[in-house]
């Protein structure tokens, strides 16, 4: 985004409404910041060479309480995926990453085969070890994050995919370009690699995220027994 812009302004696709999404659970974000991205020049998605934040973006979660709990499972960073929205403090819906605003330009590749090559590209080449942060893990966290826009905003598949050219996406000063693109161009649609529990935040009033819900697990019925009332109240206190 344009220092501001340009960490959330950074996708620019409008969603018609979340009313018609499937809404998962809600989540409550604030205090965004930009401590883990980079800066990098972008191009369409609304953008037209305004330096923005590139990379990890992270908030201060404010687990939601509700009949899902899902709020709890929601992390304190993601990625960017609307390039001309700005943060939002406040409420968001969590919906399906299949129904996010991943617009399939001239037909094609469609919303779902979209999503699905964001859940193979994470699969790949997700790294936590970015989340510590520093100048190398800043610049692996902008190549994906260039990376994704790739896969939000341009027309075609991996085999035309490259972030520093095209008409629906391309960005300039990305330091690790070259292995963006390598990521992009070993895309194939394999589902062994598709991350599990990729989905969206969304919100008509700002900058939607794609994040990785955590998994919360529970106990074995055997286990259960064995705890006791005691330890069945634990258990729905984690729940919530």
Not at 103 to 118: D, E, H, L, M, V
Not at 137 to 154: C, D, G, H, P, R
Not at 224 to 231: A, D, S
Request: a negative charge; one cysteine or more; charged letters at 10%.
């Amino acid at each position: 985004m344009k220092k501001l812009i340009a960490a959330v302004i950074l996708v620019g696709i409008v969603l018609t409404s979340t009313a018609s999404a499937t809404i998962l659970g809600t989540v409550n974000i604030d205090n965004h910041n930009n401590s883990l991205s980079d800066m990098g020049q972008l191009f369409g998605g609304g953008l037209t060479g305004e330096s923005c934040y590139t990379g990890i973006y992270s908030w201060t979660n404010t687990h939601a309480i509700g009949t899902t709990g899902l709020g709890t499972q929601v992390p304190d960073w993601g990625f960017c995926i609307e390039l001309t929205q700005g943060p939002y403090n406040g409420w968001q819906d969590v919906i399906p990453l299949n129904e996010a605003p991943l617009p399939a330009q001239f037909g094609t590749p469609t919303q779902t085969t979209k999503a699905n090559y964001i859940r193979e590209l994470w699969g790949r080449n997700f790294n936590p070890l970015w989340l510590t942060g520093g100048s190398a893990n800043k610049q692996m966290a902008e190549a994906f994050s260039t990376a994704v826009w790739e896969i939000i905003y341009e027309p075609g598949g991996p085999a035309a995919w490259d972030v520093t050219s095209g008409l629906g996406f391309h960005a300039a000063n990305i330091e690790q370009a070259a292995i963006a693109n390598l990521w992009l161009s070993q895309l194939d649609g394999d589902s062994a690699y598709f991350a599990n529990n990729l989905v969206a935040t969304s919100t008509l009033e700002g900058q939607d995220y794609l994040v990785q819900l955590s998994v919360i697990s529970t106990p074995e019925p055997a286990t259960v027994g064995i705890m006791g009332l005691g330890g069945l109240a634990l258990i729905r206190k984690r729940r919530v």
